[in-house]
């Protein structure tokens, strides 16, 4: 175990609200998991697991600002739908606050709310966990995602991507281009015939 997880773990609880405190611990306890399931480092699942949404008690306006502030790069697009900013100013607040150097880490968290071509293992898990861990109760179609999670990571992942699409879609939300990107990449993985 990292020694430093109770810290982080006080830490957390002291910002976040407690509903969102119990997701995270959720989501770590699910990306531990999962990496047993994967043979993926536990405490690496552990530590981005628990600080995923350690940005998440911002809200829109206060982690532009803070962005601007640290001189953290902003795309339009990230404008448009800053629901998913939190990620990003996550993983710096990760590095510069929590002092964590781990690049898979930290990647994790970068990537949580939109996905990416390329995942990495532990860019996954943590995408994963965040959407299956046990307190969550609206998404759609959960029981059969977390059985397939434990079957096949990647093609959870299209699954996730596709009805969140769908969801986005219908609510004429607007879509970060990473999340097309990684849906295409992950449709692409998974198509027969590959
Ligand atoms: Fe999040
Ligand atoms: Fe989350």
């Given at each position: ?134 307190r969550r109760d609206k998404a759609p179609d959960l029981p059969r995602m977390r059985k397939m999670a434990f079957e096949d ?42």
């Amino acid at each position: 175990m990292n020694e430093q997880i109770p810290y982080f773990r006080q830490r957390l609880q002291e910002k976040l609200p407690p509903m969102r405190y119990e997701h995270s611990l959720g989501v770590s306890y699910t990306a531990m998991a999962l990496a047993m399931r994967y043979e993926y480092d536990l405490d690496k699942a552990e530590l981005a697991g628990l600080l995923h949404d350690c940005a998440k008690h911002y809200n829109d306006a206060e982690i532009i600002k803070k962005c601007r502030k640290h001189e953290i790069e902003l795309k339009d697009a990230e404008l448009k739908a800053p629901a998913v900013l939190h990620a990003k100013y996550g993983a710096w607040l990760a590095e510069r606050r929590y002092g964590i150097t781990d690049p898979d880490v930290l990647s994790a968290i970068r990537w949580h709310t939109t996905g990416r071509a390329g995942m990495t293992t532990l860019d996954k898990i943590i995408y994963i966990a965040d959407y299956i861990e046990p307190r969550r109760d609206k998404a759609p179609d959960l029981p059969r995602m977390r059985k397939m999670a434990f079957e096949d990571l990647d093609l959870t992942m299209y699954a996730i991507l596709e009805g969140t699409l769908l969801y986005l879609k219908k609510k004429g939300g607007t879509v970060d281009p990473m999340t097309n990107e990684a849906y295409e990449y992950f449709k692409k993985l998974t198509s027969p015939g590959r």
